[in-house]
């Protein structure tokens, strides 16, 4: 029982770290546009795609692709912003939320259409799992973590430590007042555009690499994504953090008493719970 | 340019002629007319490289009994229709085989989404459909004995699924299976065969098939330390499941339905994941004179399952006719049809033959090119051989057939 809880806990907790990647984009971008824009999901699927162009067309380490993933995922997250979503903005959030929800449908199709339905695995070596005190760790789970963990390091400083971080803190914090002071809104949100989708690309490769990939990746972890953001507070990064390790090892230690086929469920119930208890999320939501 | 009218008085007496001749009894019609059936499949669409091949082995069929002498002298006129995989179009076209060319019967529907749409036609209007769809629910609905399906349904595959684990002597099987209709019923039938050959099933987990990772459920099914894992999933989650179960360091036996761990699975996973993997499929009666015949006319010596069967159903709905003296229609061909594909009469296996030993008034068991083709009351096949391959460096081989 006790080296049951112990896998569980070690699964849920690289499951969690993978989630909190796309989960700090999907909350900066909340942050600062003050929506929830759910096209974030092709954009991880575009980002798993991308890596998987460099890592198997190309022949890159995973590593490497992993930066491709970044740089196509934030990219195409700034022209669909710009085209599609920017326009909409002064129609509501409501409004610019059903569309992002359209817009990731699209972009899922495309993704389809270049890449058709099939399953895709990253060319990587297969290796048998570590078997350390009887808990099993991968090898692949271990890089994944290490890969994750470096992300966000580099967000935490980035938003810590330049002048564009403050800036986009600034916005975030009160959009008028930054403004007032002459922080360029338009630049932030291309920025903020570019770095969360990023994010959201690494994170579909991550998700990728222990698995496959397939034009739905992105779309079945939304949900997860969205409910990390929620219960660690709707725009605050350690927040995102908080809630991605919670779902991660909510979602495992749920096992024990539910169906694997119900796992899902755990989302839900975190997302109900969190907005019955405390709204603001675990952290509130001060962005940083 | 004169213009061609149709007077009221013309017209009426033309319908009258011709309702009248329609009111004729349809033995005096029917005196040394052809035998009319009609082929339905999926020319285009999803199923469209099925279709043909499908339909040639009918064709193939229908010259072979014409070139015999036909039916007790009447000879067969096949009319061919292409569903496009699509219930709509398939529906149009059942609808102008039944009402325009009156069939008996219409044959070789391949989509069960089509087979399910064109069956409420076919048994209103009394004509017989045969077809080539697995799922459960088809033969479940109420056809009043209209209907007969070649493929074997989720029960039987499972059975001799469950056959095979207990010939290769396996004893604590773990069932991983994906959430589909399927996953309960073929859990339950494959516990009840292993439990009866003095096997278990250790355990079994139905898991969430969109999920990214599978960990946990292979640590639930590694801890009761099975010696085979029976993967009851789809391509994208099987290889998932058969990759993680190897990074685990399981070494014991694994075993998929052939549409899951397919050519598609083994070339996206190395071999040293996937060899040793069993996988059972239907498969038609190879070893059949029957089979080898087809085989030979259609120019081909690996026929897909569906051709064989689309062979059988040709050849099961000529003799049926036979068998009800020449009387070509749907109800003749339902109420004959078992009596001349089990019992114990004469073993044939081509409609030729048999309809030479109907003529001589004896008694006929006909076993196709699928296999033995004989049908349960609701018109599923008692018996269809699966076959049972490993993989192997990377490729499949044949174990065995049961």
Redesign the interface.
């Known amino acids: 029982m006790l080296g ?1 809880v112990g ?2 806990l070690i ?1 849920g907790l690289v ?1 969690g770290t993978i989630l909190a990647v796309p989960a700090i984009g999907f909350t900066a971008i909340y942050a600062v546009l003050r929506f929830p824009n759910f096209s974030l999901a092709s954009h991880l699927t575009i980002g798993a795609f991308a890596g998987y162009a460099a890592n198997v067309s190309w022949g890159w380490p995973a590593t490497g692709a992993v930066l491709v993933a970044f740089v196509v995922a934030g990219l195409a997250g700034v022209l669909n912003d710009e085209l599609v979503l920017k326009p909409l903005r002064p129609a509501g959030v409501l409004t610019t939320a059903i569309a992002a929800v359209a817009l990731t449908i699209v972009l899922e199709n495309v993704v389809r259409f270049v890449w058709g339905n ?4 990253y060319d990587l070596p ?4 570590w ?1 350390v005190a009887g808990l ?1 760790i ?1 090898a ?1 789970q271990v890089k994944n973590l290490g890969i994750a963990v470096g992300a966000m390091l580099a967000v935490f400083a980035f938003l810590a430590w330049t002048r564009t971080g403050k800036a986009m803190r600034a916005v975030a914090d009160n959009p008028t007042l930054a403004d007032i002071k002459g922080v360029d809104p338009d630049r932030v949100a291309r920025l903020v555009n570019f770095a969360g989708m990023g994010l959201a690309g690494i994170g579909g490769m991550l ?2 690499l ?3 990939i ?1 034009p ?2 992105g779309f ?2 939304i949900l997860s994504v969205f409910a990390a953001a929620v219960v660690g507070g709707l725009g605050s990064i350690p927040g995102a953090v908080v809630g991605a390790l919670t779902i991660g090892v909510g979602e ?1 230690l749920s ?1 024990l008493v539910l ?6 469920a755990v989302g839900f119930a975190a997302i109900l719970l969190v907005l019955t208890l405390r709204p603001r999320g675990i952290l509130g939501e001060r962005a940083y | 340019m004169s213009e061609t009218r149709l007077s009221r008085r013309t017209l009426l007496t033309s319908a009258a002629a011709a309702a009248g001749a329609l009111a004729l009894p349809a033995r005096a019609r029917a005196q040394g007319a052809p035998v009319r059936l009609g082929t339905l499949t999926p020319l285009t669409g999803a199923g469209g490289s099925y279709g043909p091949p499908m339909r040639r082995a009918m064709e193939w069929v229908v010259g072979e009994v014409n070139a015999a002498g036909g039916i007790l002298g009447r000879q067969v006129e096949l009319v061919s229709e292409d569903d496009q995989t699509n219930p709509e179009a398939a529906v149009r076209a059942a609808r102008k085989l039944i009402d325009v060319d009156r069939v008996a019967a219409i044959m070789g529907t391949w989509a069960s989404a089509v087979t399910t749409a064109v069956a409420p036609l076919c048994w209103e209007s009394k004509t017989f459909l045969t077809t080539v769809s697995g799922s459960d629910s088809i033969t479940q609905l109420p056809h009043q004995g209209y209907l007969i399906r070649t493929q074997p349904n989720t029960h039987l595959q499972i059975g001799k699924l469950g056959d095979f684990l207990l010939w290769l002597k396996v004893k604590r099987v773990f069932v991983l299976g994906a959430q589909t209709p399927f996953a309960l019923p073929s859990q339950n039938r494959l516990r009840e065969i292993l439990t009866k050959g003095g096997s278990e099933m250790v355990g079994a987990v139905i898991y969430d098939k969109d999920k990214t990772t599978f960990r946990s459920e292979i640590d639930q099914a590694l801890r009761t330390k099975p010696d085979m894992v029976y993967l009851n999933g789809y391509t994208p989650d099987v290889t998932v499941l058969a990759k993680e179960l190897y990074k685990a360091g399981y070494t014991g036996g694994r075993i998929a339905l052939g549409y899951a761990a397919n050519a598609k699975f083994l070339a996206s996973l190395p071999a040293e994941v996937t060899d040793g993997i069993y996988t059972a499929q239907p498969t038609s009666a190879l070893e059949s004179t029957g089979y080898r015949r087809l085989a030979k006319a259609l120019g081909s010596d690996d026929l897909d399952p569906y051709t064989c069967q689309c062979h059988d159903h040709a050849s099961l709905v000529c003799l049926a006719i036979g068998h009800a003296r020449g009387e070509a229609t749907g109800t003749a061909v339902r109420d004959h049809l078992r009596r001349i594909s089990q019992g114990p009469g004469v073993k044939v296996d081509s409609a030729v033959e048999g309809l030479k030993l109907l003529a001589q008034g004896k008694a006929i068991n006909y076993e196709g090119a699928s296999g033995p083709c004989d049908f349960t009351e609701s018109g599923d096949i008692l018996d269809c051989k699966i076959r049972f391959e490993q993989a192997e460096k990377g490729k499949f081989k044949v174990v065995t057939t049961l």
């Open positions: 049951e896998q569980l699964n499951a099939e399953l895709r695995g297969i290796q048998r799992d078997h099993r991968g692949q998700v990728g222990d698995t496959s397939d739905l990746t079945r972890v495992e096992l169906a694997p086929a119900y796992r899902t």
